[in-house]
């Protein structure tokens, strides 16, 4: 699979897994829930089943305490647990499941003001589901009671369910990962398939057009000048006007052909070790002679070590955007600079042009496209999108920087020969 598909079957298998992983841990979670609550309704059942037997046995029981404070907790012999308190937090009888359980009720019934109600609690790392109340005792008055039963049982159940629901799911998401990858890969295919046909159009158009193209180009000299003295000024207008649309198609087919080539891996690149200082230097030479008068070339060149590169396409990328430079800035200056930044070299081309508003900036590297009107110039379309095939068959990269009336900044990073290698 080519290298620019891969990242779709990527995003797509992360789709698709982010869609499952959430949709089962919605239904999981649902259950869970549903059976913590289910579970918690049959224990509320119970206790308030257990609240009437503990009413039923204690009522005359408690009467003959006459409010005297109970001598000990007797162990339970059913499977709850009560207690009876006075109002100043004084037991006055109790049965337990759990040693030691009663102080804790006893600060609890002592702080709160009015605790009726269904309560869940921990003690000693055993838990605990009870209801709480107030009820009259002829002889004694108002008392606090406390009913309820241990749910620590439970709560392992429902703790083992939730590791069971976790395992799971993070067995389904795997499987689900590999599911993913494979219907990504297919549901791309098409797409594979179209853009073969279509880079394969592309590539043999381009290598077709060629030859009529220069075939044209070369009858318009021709009769340029063969005929030229016989032409009117407005038929020399049209030959010149033939010729320049000539050279335009012939530069744009070279660029299609170098991209479709670059597309199927196949054009070629010959890598060697490449100073940048000579090379920047020799082209900021050459490209000052042809910048008019009101344009300013400034160099801050330094020094750095070499990288592993083709030195005819490097040319051409840092070509490419001293030319974008120049058809965008009327009078101004254009700046080459070039230094050293962590592992990579930088050359950075600005200028004080136009600039480039910041909806086109994510686009600007796209085929063919133009954004701002104003800077719709000469040119193919294309020369964005060979420097960037260029910088990535290099290992770089192209950032870019610009605000509209001041100008913009491109900047190369090229990785150094060593961290290249290693």
């Known amino acids: 699979m080519m290298a620019m598909f891969k990242p779709i079957r990527k995003n797509l298998t992360i789709v698709y897994i982010l869609t499952f992983f959430l949709f089962l841990i919605f239904i999981l979670a649902v259950m869970y829930v549903t059976v913590q609550k289910v579970a918690e309704r049959e224990q509320a059942r119970e206790i308030r089943q257990y609240m009437k037997q503990e009413a039923a046995i204690s009522k005359s029981g408690i009467a003959r305490l006459k409010g005297k404070p109970a001598e ?14 006075k109002l100043d937090g004084t037991l006055l009888k109790g049965e337990e499941l759990i040693p030691g359980f009663h102080t804790k009720m006893k600060k609890f019934v002592t702080e ?46 429902l703790k083992k369910l939730l590791l069971l629901f976790l395992f799971l799911a993070a067995v389904f998401t795997g499987v689900l990962a590999l599911l993913s990858y494979f219907l ?95 090379l920047c230097t020799s082209i900021a030479r050459r490209f000052q002679s042809g910048l008019p008068e009101e344009i300013l070339l400034v160099n ?16 051409e990328l840092v070509y490419i955007f001293l030319e974008n430079a120049r058809q965008y800035t009327e009078k101004g200056f254009i700046k080459l600079s070039l230094y050293k930044r962590g592992s990579f070299a930088a050359i950075e081309i600005a200028d004080s042009g136009i600039g480039i508003d910041a ?20 040119g193919t379309g294309l020369g964005l999108s060979i420097a960037e095939t260029i910088a990535k068959k290099h290992g770089g990269r192209i950032e870019v920087e610009s605000k509209p009336g001041e100008g913009t900044i491109f900047t190369i990073f090229i990785p150094l020969k060593e961290v290249h290698h290693g």
């Open 300 to 315: 801050n060149l330094q020094d750095c070590p070499v990288v592993w590169g083709d030195p005819t396409r490097l040319q």
């Open 184 to 278: 990504a890969g297919k549901a791309i295919v098409p797409i594979q398939q179209a853009f073969d046909k279509q880079r394969k159009f592309v590539s043999d158009a381009s290598h077709e057009l060629r030859t009529p193209v220069s075939v044209f180009y070369s009858s318009a000299e021709l009769l340029e000048r063969e005929e030229g003295e016989n032409l009117s000024a407005f038929g020399r207008g049209i030959v010149a006007d033939l010729k320049t649309e000539a050279k335009l198609m012939a530069a744009m087919l070279d660029d299609l052909l170098f991209l479709a080539r670059s597309d199927q891996n196949v054009q070629p690149y010959r890598f060697e070790e490449v100073g940048l200082y000579d």
């Open 72 to 85: 000990k907790v007797k162990e339970a012999d059913h499977p709850y647990f009560y207690y009876i308190f």
């Open 359 to 378: 909806h086109d900036l994510p686009r600007i590297f796209e085929r063919f496209y133009r954004g701002d009107k104003a800077r719709v110039r000469d």
């Open 112 to 157: 709160k003001s009015s605790p009726s109600g269904m309560y869940e609690t921990e003690y000693k790392e055993r838990h605990a589901m009870y209801h709480a109340g107030m009820r009259t005792v002829p002889g004694i008055g108002r008392v606090y009671t406390v009913v309820g039963i241990e749910t620590t049982g439970a709560h392992l159940v």
